[in-house]
């Protein structure tokens, strides 16, 4: 089992940034892909970001591409955690954000749907003021 927290949500106006953390724990980190997601009311939930077990590979979509970033720590002896920094927020942001983790066997694996994560963040609300 992996156990996965979100958190830094917020309430934030247009053109603002916020960071989004996603601790993990129960068992090795890096042996796992992680995604975020997020989902608007009334909407299904919608892939954003990937990244790889290793950290060097990463996917976003197109709707955040080059105002989100998705990194992660994977050191030993620090706290395992995956960050989505998002910059130039836009109303349309407004979601429910979720982290995800799926188990992989290769840095090269990036999934970018929903069924094929195993393991799920409760979610952290952000919201966008125009």
């Known amino acids: 089992q992996v156990q996965l927290v979100e958190s830094g949500g917020g309430l934030v106006q247009a053109g603002g940034s916020l960071r989004l953390s996603c601790a993990a724990s129960?068992?090795?980190?890096?042996?796992?892909?992680i995604g975020w997601f997020r989902q608007a009311p009334g909407k299904e939930r919608e892939f954003v970001a990937v990244i790889s077990r290793s950290g060097g590979s990463t996917f976003y979509a197109d709707s955040v591409k080059g105002r989100f970033t998705v990194s992660r720590d994977n050191a030993k002896n620090t706290e395992n955690t995956s960050y989505l920094q998002m910059n130039s927020l836009k109303p349309e942001d407004t979601a429910v954000y979720y982290c995800?983790?799926?188990?992989?066997?290769?840095?090269?694996?990036?999934?970018?749907?929903?069924?094929?994560?195993?393991?799920w963040g409760q979610g952290t609300q952000v919201t966008v003021s125009s």
């Open positions: 995800a983790a799926r188990l992989v066997y290769s840095s090269s694996n990036l999934p970018i749907e929903r069924r094929q994560y195993d393991y």
């Open positions: 129960g068992r090795t980190f890096s042996n796992y892909a």
